[in-house]
């Protein structure tokens, strides 16, 4: 079994399950007991601890990682180092990896496709802006929800596990996204993730990575090489914009990829809103006249590929063509044939008739723009569409509109700000105006704070204080442990970014639920047993642990209880277990030669309670203790008794008394008229007979009793008892 599971980490995470193994770390499903909450904690694995500086890095990486705050990022509530173990404490997922929805579903769609880069890219847009490089972005490390939202996980890990630029183990693992400049150990920036976004885009749409080998390091060089192949080869269906975007990611050399997952977003976000887009990545963005972006190419125009997106086809760079001659050679003189001289003139008459065409072309041209009055090219007027809300534009039967960008402004979110060309100018029939449109007002943006286990007026003025117009709904529950008026959870957690006029929910305590219930009989259970019958009955019990002395229960077990078996149990109540301690054992001290009242006294400090004396003939001086015994047996000073025992002293009657010897007779007292009788006489402590005695036999004779004075004889039958004096 686990060595962790059952186990509970800082007081606070109780270890349920293992939900997951990789690399370096074992991740379990875990309670929070604190908030009351399942979370997922990922455990490093032993062969890490004795590594101090990896552990430093762990957690260093960790608490960097545990301040991104972002819907699509798996948030991290707490990191822990320690001597025993070093962990991450995050929320817990409720999906699957991207990986294994990918297997399931084979090939993806466009759309799905798009909708999980939009979500990873944004992810990677926040953890870039705080500084932090994914460095392992691949199907696995993406969680899909049942609602299909995406949040990227392990950020920062695989910075961790690469102490070198060595490919380690487990960076093989990856090695399908890796790029080029990880594959060969070089420096990695944000670019590298943009990369390992594009090969997990191209293996979403073609059903297999760019790139694939018997081996790791077959892998790894294919991605330093490059050269993919289109994935449009592997899935005819995939949109040309959607391919672009593919392959800019994935550009072989970093500057030629996208900046930024900001950049990446606006193309993924582009081609969401016109899915006939191609991109044209050779022209600059802007107009430097208008400032506005050029018209971008669609499907219904399309376009002879530039060179370099041919290039970008054929898997690499064009290479200059290899020269046939060495420029220190003397050029040798050649003396042209006649076929040869006949090919020249026909070439230059070529020559002559190309260029004099062209030369009618540019004077028709001129003509044409000059004239006005010949042209096939209609021009309308610009409608003026400022002030306008482009979700109401009419269907205008000569333009196309499409929104160019969308802005914070304080006008109507949709309203339009801008328009290219503008009007009251003449544009081209059947032409695009490009706007600008308002998203409203910029909302104010806040970071949620930790108002756990505040009372609930306070953390309503801690809301109030961020001047957010925060709409705050409070919600009452249960709770065992968190008092009543104060906040159990809120919704969004701590740390999560807040927005103008958000709906921000405290749950208040209401104190624990009142039930009911009957007082289990625990009594022989050992501790851990009763404790868990008790914390079953879901009472929120507050269990006390007594430990006693006992010498009939054996050591951990329960003596007893309070409240006793059978009567009722109610929330929250009190309930003591006492718990044996075993046989209450005590190390005899010599009391020979003490007098009956030193002696008692020890008895007593050492916590004899049950003792008797028993005065014998003896030299020694009166009154003082002769032998000590138990059962009849002599006690050495230095044995373990329990303190529960019965000690008898023998005390001395004195010197001057002669002590005689004789039989003595006990009497039946015609006990035995009518069978046997078990019989037992006992002179003090000491039993001097035990036997049957036949029926009819009125007397017990015992011989050799030495005694002076008087001496009790105690004479036992069955349940009936009583003394004889004896003189001797």
Request: glycine share 8%; net charge negative; with cysteine.
């Amino acid at each position: 079994m686990d060595k962790y599971i059952g186990r509970l980490l800082d007081n606070r995470y109780e270890i349920l399950e293992v939900i997951g193994t990789g690399g370096m770390a074992v991740v379990y499903k875990a309670r929070c007991h604190r908030l009351n909450r399942l979370v997922a904690i990922k455990i490093l694995k032993d062969d890490y601890l004795e590594d101090e500086e990896f552990r430093r890095r762990f957690h260093s990486e960790s608490q960097a990682v545990a301040m991104l705050s972002h819907p699509n990022i798996v948030s991290i509530y707490d990191v822990s180092s320690s001597v025993t173990a070093d962990y991450i404490v995050m929320e817990l997922i409720d999906g699957i990896t991207l990986k294994q929805y990918m297997e399931k579903k084979g090939v993806l769609n466009w759309k799905e496709t798009l909708h999980f880069a939009i979500q990873i890219s944004k992810a990677l847009e926040h953890a870039h802006s705080r500084g932090i490089v994914h460095r392992d972005i691949k199907p696995h490390n993406v969680m899909v929800l049942k609602n299909g939202a995406v949040k990227v996980t392990d950020f920062g890990i695989a910075r961790m596990m690469s102490k070198g630029n060595t490919l380690t183990k487990e960076a093989l693992g990856s090695v399908h996204y890796i790029s080029p400049e990880q594959a060969k150990g070089g420096r990695v920036d944000s670019r590298s993730d943009i990369y390992s976004l594009g090969t997990v885009m191209y293996e979403m749409m073609s059903g297999r990575p760019p790139y694939d080998g018997e081996s790791p390091v077959a892998v790894a060089i294919q991605h330093i090489n490059g050269g993919a192949v289109m994935p449009s080869t592997l899935n005819p269906n995939i949109p040309g914009g959607l391919e672009q975007i593919i392959m800019k990611a994935m550009a072989h050399e970093p500057a030629q990829r996208y900046a930024s997952a900001t950049q990446m977003l606006a193309d993924l976000d582009e081609f969401r809103k016109s899915p006939a887009i191609l991109f044209d990545y050779n022209t600059p963005p802007t107009d430097a006249v208008t400032n506005m972006p050029k018209q971008p190419l669609t499907l219904d125009t399309p376009q002879k590929p530039t060179t370099a997106e041919r290039v970008a086809r054929e898997g690499g760079e064009r290479r200059p063509a290899r020269r046939t001659s060495d420029a220190k050679r003397p050029e040798r003189r050649h003396t042209p044939t006649k076929e040869e001289e006949n090919r020249s003139k026909v070439a230059t008459i070529a020559v002559i008739a190309c260029s004099a065409v062209m030369v009618i072309a540019v004077v028709i041209f001129l003509v044409v723009l000059f004239s006005g009055g010949d042209s096939k090219v209609e021009m309308i007027d610009v409608p003026n569409l400022v002030g306008k809300i482009y979700k109401e534009l009419p269907v205008y039967a000569d333009v196309n509109v499409k929104i160019d960008k969308e802005i914070h402004h304080d006008s109507k979110p949709g309203q339009i700000l801008e328009q290219n060309p503008k009007a009251g100018t003449q544009m081209k029939k059947n032409g695009t105006i490009y706007v600008v449109i308002s998203m409203g007002k910029e909302l104010k943006a806040g970071i949620m704070p930790d108002i756990v286990e505040w009372e609930q007026a306070q953390a309503e003025k801690a809301l109030n204080h961020l001047d957010m117009n925060l709409q705050i709904v409070v919600e009452e529950e249960h709770h065992d442990t968190i008092p009543v008026g104060t906040v159990i959870r809120t919704e969004p957690e701590a740390e999560v970014e807040l927005l103008e006029g958000q709906v921000v929910t405290i749950f208040v305590s209401k104190g624990m639920e009142m039930k009911t219930s009957i007082m289990p009989d625990l009594v022989g259970n050992g501790k851990e047993v009763a404790e868990k019958i008790l914390k079953d009955q879901n009472l929120a019990l507050d269990i006390v642990i007594e430990e006693i002395y006992d010498s009939v229960t054996d050591a951990g077990n329960v003596v007893r209880t309070e409240p006793k078996s059978e009567e009722e149990l109610k929330t929250g109540q009190k309930v003591t277990l006492y718990i044996s301690k075993g046989k209450h054992l005590v190390k005899m001290k010599n009391l020979i030669g003490l007098s009956i009242n030193s002696a008692v006294a020890v008895l007593n400090e050492d916590g004899f309670k049950n003792y008797e004396i028993v005065s014998v003939a003896s030299q020694e001086e009166r009154d003082s203790v002769v032998a000590m015994k138990i059962d009849g047996k002599d006690i050495n000073p230095g044995d373990n008794l329990d303190v529960t025992s019965l000690i008898v002293l023998h005390v001395s009657k004195g010197s001057g008394v002669n002590e005689i010897i004789r039989n003595v007779v006990i009497s039946m007292r015609g006990m035995t008229a009518n069978g046997d009788c078990e019989v037992t006489i006992k002179r003090g402590s000491t039993t001097v007979f035990s036997g049957i005695v036949p029926k009819g036999q009125e007397t017990v004779e015992l011989e050799k009793q030495s005694g002076s004075g008087t001496v009790n004889y105690t004479i036992i039958i069955g349940e009936d008892g009583w003394e004889q004096q004896v003189e001797f």
